[in-house]
T-cell receptor, first 116, second 111 residues
């Protein structure tokens, strides 16, 4: 089975440009998470969706960041305008969330973003 | 506030020796606890989880973890380390769907 698919794997762009990161979760999973990983701050949860609805966006750094999940098989994370401090690896993860115990999250291989 | 702590930034162990990567948690109620491994340029991979039941949980690649409620710990263990186990290991906990991750421990296994 295909895992979580993220695109692009690498993105290099100049500050001020719009950046869009894409994620396809595992089929059948109904929760989707966006994380950011840096050496300084480690792994940070930015936002998560359940059944396509944003549940917690308290980790989104500022208004320059936005995320959407128009359907169960696709999500985007957009940065506009981008800044050098946004440089990081961005991960998408998905899981099945139902009643009962938490299920493991499955991670994509990330998008390495460099803002010049 | 709920938290997960990994007190060691790095653990060094010789190949063939047992390894332990430490994790303590502060999660209210009945915690769900997880271990993940991250190899270079890859996403986190699920190793094992504790939900309820036996305190010793077995997972992938020969890893296991011991849940200790009185010490609020969930240490990752392996009886005999391999060089290929060298990676970054994350402990995580929750009582909802939102995982709280530790800061990670880099495991270095020397030949």
């Amino acid at each position: 089975d295909a895992g979580v698919i993220q695109s692009p794997r690498h993105e290099v762009t100049e500050m001020g440009q719009e950046v869009t990161l894409r994620c396809k979760p595992i089929s059948g999973h109904n929760s989707l998470f966006w994380y950011r990983q840096t050496m300084m701050r480690g792994l940070e949860l930015l936002i998560y969706f359940n059944n396509n609805v944003p549940i917690d966006d308290s980790g989104m750094p500022e208004d320059r960041f936005s995320a959407k999940m128009p359907n169960a098989s696709f999500s985007t994370l957009k940065i506009q305008p981008s800044e050098p401090r946004d440089s990081a690896v961005y991960f998408c993860a998905s899981s099945f969330s139902g009643t009962g115990a938490a299920q493991p999250q499955h991670f994509g291989d990330g998008t390495r973003l460099s803002i010049l | 506030a709920q938290s997960v702590a990994q007190p060691e930034d790095q653990v060094n162990v010789a190949e063939g020796n047992p390894l332990t990567v430490k994790c303590t948690y502060s999660v209210s109620g009945n915690p769900y606890l997880f271990w993940y491994v991250q190899y270079p340029n890859r996403g986190l991979q699920f190793l094992l989880k504790y939900i309820t039941g036996d305190n010793l949980v077995k997972g992938s690649y020969g890893f296991e973890a011991e849940f200790n409620k009185s010490q609020t710990s969930f240490h990752l263990k392996k009886p005999s380390a391999l060089v290929s186990d060298s990676a970054l290991y994350f402990c995580a906990g929750t009582n909802t769907d939102k995982l709280i991750f530790g800061t990670g421990t880099r495991l270095q296994v020397f030949p």
